[in-house]
């Protein structure tokens, strides 16, 4: 039984660090219908902005996550400008930014590769390796503060979504690109911002992943499936679907890991993306086949 | 009496529709340069020669490397130019079809050379298998199943004991002097990537070809029109699967070791997929135009900064370039102009 809570517990902390990665994901698809696979190398950037805050002038990784949030949301407005505006228009244009993306993905790891190496790495703050007990379970302290930020930035998101004039015109456009523009959104401003929300967000799951995992620049094409198959299987575009099928497959996760064999875990996400892909496409909380 | 007329005006029509098209393809063969390939074809197989003056060996192993991506690159074109389906997960199939190879060199002493059909063979079952199920589903959702289909062998094959694990097999090195070492593999190298190119326009040029096409341009048209999509898109995966299993198998007994980190990393499925974008998707000269341009850049890059960082850098450059200003390709972008050189006008 304590062992089960345990694992259950791990399970949890886990899926609050994917659940921050997974949203970013999740609202650059909704709005802007780009498959972003260079996302888990945007996260990995964030994670070197708070590792070289903390290695080189000793700040806390929590407190070197807004100067990550930013540094990244400017990339995001750059990656847009350069990449996607010119684009919209284009016939293949779904398949061609999944193409692009793959090749930002690839100069992104290459940039980070060559300045900093591809040795693993961790930002290393106190409570990274330390844990709270109760009884005989622990709870690790770095995935507990981890999954708490997220769990927070994410509510900042939702309450962002639902109240906000820009948050309203996110979802208009993510509900329907063309009824948005003809009611006066200003759909090429909408699809800028939520680049940079969404990019902003993955430094700020950088950040926490910084001390979560270790990681270096090629460890994104790890994350990139397991991250697709969170957004996938939420629905894509669906920041709630994607959260509740992060703590779902995490926990599944740590269960195979546990009982199974650790080698395994990562294979839940794998074969829980083919699973959805086929029975399920538009994923357990979309409401239409988006991607068929 | 009636049906028998209009059985023999339909023929008549039949002939003369074949006599036209007869026509069509003289006109076409006289704008094609046929002899262009074939003579680097027969350059190609008379290089090794040098080897009697001088050792050539990095050269041949150049021309090695081309040709085995060539290959590839011809072999992912099938599905993936032909029928529009852009797989980031073929290097699953050079995997399988190295693995079948080197274990059987490992176990019974075959040649993998000898085996190579057959190891091409057994990769098309599993891209047949795996088409199957991943082909259900297209566009974007397809480009994401085949990664993931890369992370799912990966795992496999890092903790399949059999195969030796992370650690892989080391094979048994042929007995041939340094001088000639390279030639069984350079040979078999050369007609594998020879075979797909000219397998790759005669299946552009059938009705199999002229159905993937149609796939590629709208899949609901072509299945009202009478096409099997399901099958045909589950025949170029398997095809494609069988040319990129077989180069798989002779160039794991050429490295001597197989090994999942030789084979399983997404830069061999993006050289891939972008040496097709390159060269031109879709046409038949594109793969071996971007293969031999991808080639000599990565040895110019690794020659003058060392670094394979930098290398993956600019490989994803080239890349981003090619799909935002040429979106066709090389071949494509020249062809749309007009201004395609005969010697490159394979189609």
Redesign the interface.
């Given at each position: 039984m304590e062992q089960i809570i345990q694992v259950t517990i791990l399970g949890i902390g886990l899926g609050g660090v994917f659940a921050l990665m997974g949203s970013g994901l999740s609202l650059v698809f909704g709005v802007m219908r780009i498959v972003n696979l260079a996302h888990p190398s945007l996260i990995i950037a964030g994670a070197f902005t708070a590792y070289w805050g903390f290695r080189l002038w000793g700040i806390d990784p929590l407190v070197m996550l807004p100067v990550a949030t930013v540094l990244l949301a400017a990339i995001g407005v750059l990656l847009y400008k350069v990449f996607f505006e010119r684009n919209a228009k284009s016939a293949t244009y779904s398949e061609m930014t999944v193409l692009l993306t793959f090749a930002i993905a690839m100069i992104i790891e290459g940039a980070l590769g060559a300045m900093f190496s591809n040795t693993q790495r961790v930002t290393s703050p106190s409570y990274a390796t330390d844990a709270f007990f109760i009884g005989n379970v622990f709870i690790p302290k770095g995935q507990l503060y981890a999954g708490l930020v997220s769990m927070l930035i994410i509510g900042l998101l939702a309450a962002f979504l639902k109240y906000s004039r820009l948050g309203y015109a996110i979802r208009a456009t993510t509900q329907n690109r063309d009824a948005a523009a003809l009611l006066g959104v200003n759909v090429n401003m909408v699809g800028l911002m939520s680049f940079a929300i969404g990019i902003g967000l993955a430094g700020a799951a950088g950040a926490l992943t910084s001390f979560v995992f270790s990681f270096f620049p090629a460890k994104h094409w790890e994350w990139i499936a397991v991250l697709m198959s969170l957004v996938v299987m939420g629905g894509m575009g669906s920041i709630v679907g994607t959260v509740i099928a992060s703590f779902g497959l995490s926990i599944i996760a740590a269960f195979v890991g546990a009982y199974v064999g650790s080698t395994w875990s990562t294979m839940t996400f794998f074969l829980a993306l083919f699973l959805v892909l086929l029975f399920r496409p538009q994923g357990l909380f979309g409401e239409k086949p988006e991607l068929l | 009496m009636e049906s028998q007329m209009i059985k023999s005006t339909s023929g008549d029509v039949l002939s003369a529709r074949a006599a036209h098209n007869e026509r069509l393809a003289r006109r076409a063969d006289k704008t094609r340069a046929l002899w262009f390939p074939l003579a680097i074809l027969v350059l190609l197989l008379a290089l090794p020669l040098l080897q009697f003056v001088g050792n050539y060996n990095y050269m041949l192993h150049l021309v090695l490397l081309t040709a085995s991506y060539v290959a590839m690159a011809a072999g992912w074109n099938i599905l993936g130019g032909f029928a529009g389906y852009?797989s980031?997960g073929h290097n699953v199939f050079f995997a399988i079809g190295g693995y079948f190879a080197g274990m059987i060199l490992a176990r019974f002493g075959i040649s993998a050379i000898i085996m190579a059909p057959v190891a091409g063979l057994v990769a098309a079952a599993f891209g047949y298998a795996i088409g199957l199920?991943?082909l259900?589903?297209?566009?974007?959702?397809f480009?994401?199943?085949s990664?993931?289909m890369v992370?799912?062998a990966r795992?496999l094959f890092?903790?399949w004991h059999f195969v030796g694990g992370a650690n892989g097999v080391t094979l048994p090195a042929p007995n041939l002097s340094s001088q000639w070492a390279k030639l069984p593999y350079y040979y078999a190298m050369l007609a594998i990537a020879a075979l797909t190119v000219w397998s790759s326009y005669r299946i552009k040029h059938s009705k199999f070809g002229l159905g993937l096409r149609a796939i590629s341009k709208d899949e609901i048209k072509a299945e009202s029109a009478g096409i099997d999509t399901r099958f045909y898109k589950v025949t170029a995966f398997a095809i494609s699967a069988f040319f990129i299993g077989m180069t798989g198998a002779v160039w794991g007994e050429y490295l001597t070791y197989i090994r999942p980190s030789i084979f399983l990393v997404?830069l061999i499925a993006?050289n891939m997929?972008l040496m097709c974008?390159l060269g031109g998707k879709g046409t038949v000269a594109g793969p071996v135009i971007g293969a031999v341009l991808l080639v000599a850049f990565n040895e110019f890059f690794v020659a003058m900064m060392g670094?394979?960082?930098?290398?993956?850098?600019?490989?994803?450059?080239i890349?981003?370039v090619m799909?935002?200003f040429f979106?066709l390709g090389i071949v494509g972008t020249l062809a749309l102009k007009g201004r395609l050189p005969r010697i490159l006008n394979w189609d």
């Open positions: - | 852009v980031l199920i991943t259900r589903v297209r566009g974007p959702a480009i994401i199943s990664i993931a992370m799912i795992l890092d903790n997404i993006a997929v974008i670094a394979s960082e930098l290398n993956i850098l600019g490989t994803g450059l890349m981003a799909l935002m979106p």
